[in-house]
Structures are given as C-alpha cells and as structure tokens.
C-alpha cells in the first residue's frame, strides 16, 4: 500500500538523517533530504487520487447518473433535465460523471472499446441500436436506461432487442478499462495519477543515485 511505503521512506529518511549529522557540511545530505520530502509528498498525492479513483467512476455511477434524469420528456435535441433525447442522455450522463464523449450517436459509437455481444454487456455500457440512430445505456439484469422518442421520457425498462438489432456496444467505464480509446476521454483523476507516478519514479530514481553516492562517501 502506499501508506506503508511512506513509512518505510520515512524509517529510512530517519536512518540516513543520522549519517548526515555525522557530516553536517555534505551537500549529497541535503539533496537526499530535499529527495526524500519529494518522495513522500508525490506518494502521499498518489494516495489520494487512488482513494479518489476507487469510489469515482465505475459502469454503476453511469447508470446512477442516467437514473437522475428518469421521467425527463425526449426533446430532440435536449441536453438537459428540462428535456433530453437519447445521445443527449449519453452525453450529459457521462458528462456527469467526468467522461467526455461526442453529442451524436455515430460519435458515441466509436467511444470507449467494442464488447462482442448483449451477454457481455455490463452496466454502464453504450448500446448502438435502430442502425446507429438510437442509443441506449445498459442497466444491468437485462434492463437500459433511454429517452425513446416523442411524447415519452427517460425511462427504466427490459432490454427489447436482441444482438441482430444492434450496431455495437461499447465499454466506456475506467473500471473496464474502457476510456481512452477512440473518441472517450480520460477522466481527470486517471491523468493525474499517471502524472503522480511519473514524478514518484523520477524522484525515486534521483533519491536512490544521492544515497549511493552519499554512502560511498561515507565509506571513503
């Protein structure tokens, strides 16, 4: 765990802090030092975004912000809880839960990663239907959530469709390591772990090559 490695880097910050006291004027001693708060302080962040990352986006929170927006009347064109149609449904949902994808249902279709087959999909999937002129969001349990068409609203029901009615289903959900691919954006936790652990590596590089060279001077 990453709490655990700064403890650890904190035991050996201590034992190195020792063996600098014994040099007080060595300037490897105090780019170590300098190293080691670096160290931590990347760590900690990378903490943090991964306790962020673990209760953030998942194919549920998809499906629990599409829920919010249930009896919403279709306007085609609609983008928001006064009115919304099937991609605009898409779109804001996800948008509510940090993933970017396109307004247009052939936008939404090349999202995320393809997934072979109705048995296959898990919440928070996007199904393809009517030829690529209606999208749907899987429930899970044989269920969708979508805005149908004029006169009716975002609504809760049994999947209609079978896989000879669907275009494609695509994956667009972190957890199924979905997004990235093909028109669905990162999530900005997702980017700024990768950027965490780029410093941390770095750091963790610089730390080591100072310690060396302090410890062979120690030893001279």
Same mark, same amino acid.
Request: charged share 20%; hydrophobic share 45%.
């Given at each position: 765990m990453i709490t655990d490695s700064i403890g650890s880097l904190r035991q050996i910050q201590a034992h190195f802090d020792q063996l600098a006291a014994q040099r007080p004027t060595s300037s490897a001693s105090?780019?170590? $030092?300098?190293?080691?708060?670096?160290?931590?302080?990347?760590? $900690?962040?990378?903490?943090?975004v991964a306790a962020v990352s673990a209760s953030g986006t998942t %194919?549920?929170?998809?499906? /629990? &912000?599409?829920?919010?927006?249930?009896?919403?009347?279709y306007v085609l064109g609609g983008t928001s809880s006064s009115g919304i149609d099937c991609s605009g449904l898409v779109q804001r949902?996800?948008?509510?839960?940090?993933?970017?994808?396109?307004?247009?249902?052939?936008?939404?279709?090349r $999202? %995320?990663?393809?997934?072979p087959s109705l048995a296959q999909a898990k919440p928070g999937d996007l199904i393809v239907l009517d030829g690529g002129e209606h999208i749907v969001i899987y429930a899970g349990n044989g269920n969708v959530i979508h805005a149908p068409d004029v006169g009716r609203s975002v609504t809760l029901?049994? &999947?209609?469709?079978?896989?000879?009615?669907?275009?494609?289903?695509?994956?667009?959900?972190?957890?199924?390591?979905?997004?990235?691919? /093909?028109?669905?954006?990162?999530?900005?936790?997702?980017m700024a772990a990768t950027a965490v652990a780029r410093s941390s590596a770095e750091a963790l590089q610089a730390l080591i090559a100072a310690q060396t060279s302090m410890l062979a001077g120690s030893l001279a």
């Open positions: 105090s780019a170590s $030092a300098d190293l080691f708060a670096r160290l931590i302080g990347a760590l $900690a962040a990378q903490d943090k %194919g549920s929170s998809i499906v /629990n &912000a599409a829920a919010k927006y249930e009896g919403v009347p949902s996800l948008s509510d839960v940090g993933i970017k994808v396109g307004r247009l249902v052939s936008d939404q279709a $999202a %995320g990663t393809a997934v029901t049994k &999947a209609w469709f079978t896989d000879a009615d669907i275009v494609t289903i695509r994956r667009v959900s972190p957890d199924s390591g979905g997004v990235g691919g /093909n028109g669905a954006q990162p999530t900005k936790a997702a």
